[in-house]
């Protein structure tokens, strides 16, 4: 039902994840042209006007149904399903196709070469109307010209379901037969050749298949109120003073009051973060009782080794070892003239704290540590009202990745779940909202699935508490010249993987230094129609 298709999508959506809609509807699957057509633009439809789903993240699966069974009902499920695609490509803009070809051909398994000669000529017909992604054997496919003539024909005929005296399903079968039994005496060469040729060859080929459907249609708009919000475009009024007097209180102005004030002063200048947190720490050479303060004097744990756990270089705890010393050091970036200041919770996550032995106190820290930056914020504001100041909770990567093995024997092992990131992060969310911050940014992202797990779990959080989402800053590290992170995405893909968390601002921060980040920056706000942001780093260090 409708219903439950759209409640699928949506969880889809907060995955970011592009979907392959195959074509079923409440009655079964679409055999006929027309089914196909109606079922895939009616959930073209449903997508589009009910929860504004991407357009580009939809892919239709026509349903590659089998040919040349003998069972006339069978001979159009070929041609159907090219011309299909055709009329829907027409019809649907931005979308994709799919199919399994291996159901083509599937009454002639154990025929491999003839199998892959029918593959081919489906191609041949069905890329230039549009289809665009197949399921095949990379390496294996011949080209069009590679298949002798005889067994091309033929194929092409069972394919189009056409031709001259209606014959060719008969004639296919009896050719296969042949293909199977060659019949006695051997004849001067085998009854079905294709000529090899590379990978390299295949894939020229297939590129060189042109597509001659354009789509003829116009967006198909969201209902009213089922469009997805674009919040760097949100228009309001830029009420400064209202702002500045709630963050004097110590409040927190709403999503929509933070958005249509920056929306309005991006316009006008570049808004400025804050520096670097954890290098300013380092410079007031702090000891292991510096962190320990009153309140973890007594701290004994072990770690799995069976040595005591030191908390020296666990920057978040001094949010309740040295609270004035965190506050000064955001107000200190904020008398310089950051507008957004980063709370001290980069590594305030169950997961990150975890190494300490601090999981019971993270709720605590990040709300500790957010009341803490926005007192700065507060007293700045009070001095400077014209020009507000900002907290954004800052969510760091955590020590773990979903991507890549911690392991160089087990590529497969990992050392963290899906579920475990986003209730970690849902935590620290909570205790950030709790704390009053005015922003999120989830930052230092070197593998992109362990970002979306913190998307997911901001998304999670506001949906269960049902309170208004706060505006979401989303920030990747590059890690060498190749300007990819280091689960090995590029700053593009990078962006295309995160689109659907409808972020205030996306970009790029620590990683190479200035200089070597600029051309990567610049391919990040060619393809970003929001806003963007840089912090880079001073560069890697110096040769010891």
Known sequence: GEEEFLRQAKLCMRYGAAVVLMAFDEQGQAATFEDKVRICQRSYRLLRQRIDFPPEDIIFDCNVLTIATGLPEHNSYAIDFINAVAEIKRTCPCVSFSGGLSNLSFSFRGLNSLRDAMHSVFLYHAVPKGLNMSIVNPGGLPRYCDIDEKCRKMAEEVILNKSADGNHVERFLEYAEEVKKPPAPARAGPVLKIEKSSPTQQIEFLRSLKGTVTCEAEHVKPEPGCEALDVCRLEGPQETQKVAEKIIACQTPTPTEVLNYFNNELRKRICFL??????????????????????????????????????????????????????????????????????????????????????????????????????????????????????????????????????????????????????????????????????LMIETVFDTQNCKAAIFAVDEYFLETKKERLPVMLSATIVDNSGRTLSGQTVEAFYVSVKHARAFTVGINCALGAAQMKGFYKKLVDMNSGWCHVYPSAGLPNAM
């Open 274 to 439: 804050d520096g670097g947190m954890g290098t300013r720490i380092q410079a007031e050479k702090l000891e292991e009782a510096d962190y320990r303060g009153d309140r973890f004097k007594d701290f004994n744990e072990i770690d799995a080794n069976g040595v005591p756990v030191s908390l020296k270089g666990n920057n978040d705890l001094l949010i309740f070892s040295k609270p004035d010393m965190v506050r000064d050091i955001h107000k200190e970036y904020f008398a310089a003239g950051s507008d957004i200041c980063e709370t001290n919770t980069f590594n305030g996550t169950t997961i990150s704290q975890g190494e300490y032995k601090m999981q019971p106190v993270v709720y605590e820290l990040n709300k500790k540590g957010a009341e803490l930056a926005k007192q700065a914020a507060a007293d700045v504001t009070k001095a400077e009202p014209h020009k507000p100041r900002f907290v954004a909770g800052a969510v760091g990567p955590t020590s773990r990745t979903l991507s890549v093995s911690p392991s160089v024997e087990d590529p497969s092992f990992r050392n963290v779940t899906w579920d475990e990131l986003v209730e970690a992060y849902k935590q620290q969310v909570s205790g950030l909202v709790d704390g009053g911050v005015d922003l």
